[in-house]
């Protein structure tokens, strides 16, 4: 099972948006409403930013959000702010065979 | 709020064992599913696999072979074996938690990881 694919890089200015895609497979992202989100800062652990395709938990802003078409999902961040230039990965539930996938990774850039 | 806190040896030979343990603090182990998830050096995330409290497992079956999580209820607690390591299992190893949804008479996990883990690092090298 390969790494669901998302680009390298993306950035904007504080206050615009940015969106980042995720490409799977029928098998993966396009087969099943499962796709979450996850923010990582460096040296720190991943966070839960989005569930579910779309779902955001408790805490986090909504200016984060999900979507899903096809067998690529994106997550959207409006309003850029400092603290949102992180690391970004997708992950889709695979089956019940391979389970969970996660994407390449995407760095978010504030400029 | 539950906290999660991976330890164990930080360097490991190649062709031994890698183990690692995850203590569950905050609240109770049971109920739901944990996983182990890693990420090599400058590299991405890889779902190694999950336990129930119970005791069912699932593994990546990239990893099948070689990985072996087990539970301890009693100290909540949960672990990590990885036999054969190479220098390509180097990685910041963290443990989450799955939540799960009750149906049809059983609990099934769903299918995003939180909290987690602030990872470890394990380098396998002589």
């Known amino acids: 099972q390969s790494a669901l694919t998302q680009p390298r890089s993306v950035s904007g200015s504080p206050g615009q948006s940015v969106t980042i895609s995720c490409t799977g497979t029928?098998?993966?992202?396009?087969?099943?409403?499962?796709v979450s989100w996850y923010q990582q800062h460096p040296g720190k652990a991943p966070k839960l930013m989005i569930y579910?395709?779309?779902k955001r938990p408790s805490g986090v802003p909504d200016r984060f959000s999900g979507s899903k078409s096809g067998n690529t999902a994106s997550l959207t961040i409006s309003g850029l702010q400092a603290e949102d230039e992180a690391d970004y990965y997708c992950?889709?539930?695979?089956?019940?065979?391979?389970?969970?996938?996660f994407g390449t990774g995407t760095k978010v850039t504030v400029l | 709020q539950v906290q999660l806190q991976e330890s164990g040896p930080g360097l490991v030979k190649p062709s031994e064992t890698l183990s690692l343990t995850c203590t569950v603090s905050?609240?109770?182990?049971?109920?739901?599913?944990w996983s182990w998830i890693r990420q090599p050096p400058g590299k991405g995330l890889e779902w190694i696999g999950y336990?129930?409290?119970?005791?069912?497992?699932n593994y990546n079956p990239s990893l099948k072979s070689r990985v072996t999580i087990s539970v301890d209820t009693s100290k909540n607690q949960f672990s990590l074996k990885l036999s054969s390591v190479t220098a390509a299992d180097t990685a910041v190893y963290y443990c989450?938690?799955?939540?799960?949804?009750?149906?049809?008479?059983?609990?099934?996990?769903?299918?995003?990881?939180?909290?987690w883990g602030q990872g470890t690092l394990v380098t396998v090298s002589s």
């Open positions: 336990i129930y409290y119970s005791g069912s497992t």
């Open positions: 029928s098998s993966d992202v396009g087969g099943y409403n499962y």
């Open positions: 989450a938690r799955n939540p799960y949804y009750y149906g049809s008479g059983s609990y099934y996990p769903l299918n995003w990881f939180d909290p």
């Open positions: 905050g609240g109770s182990i049971s109920s739901y599913y």
């Open positions: 579910d395709v779309s």
């Open positions: 992950c889709s539930y695979a089956g019940s065979y391979t389970y969970y996938v």
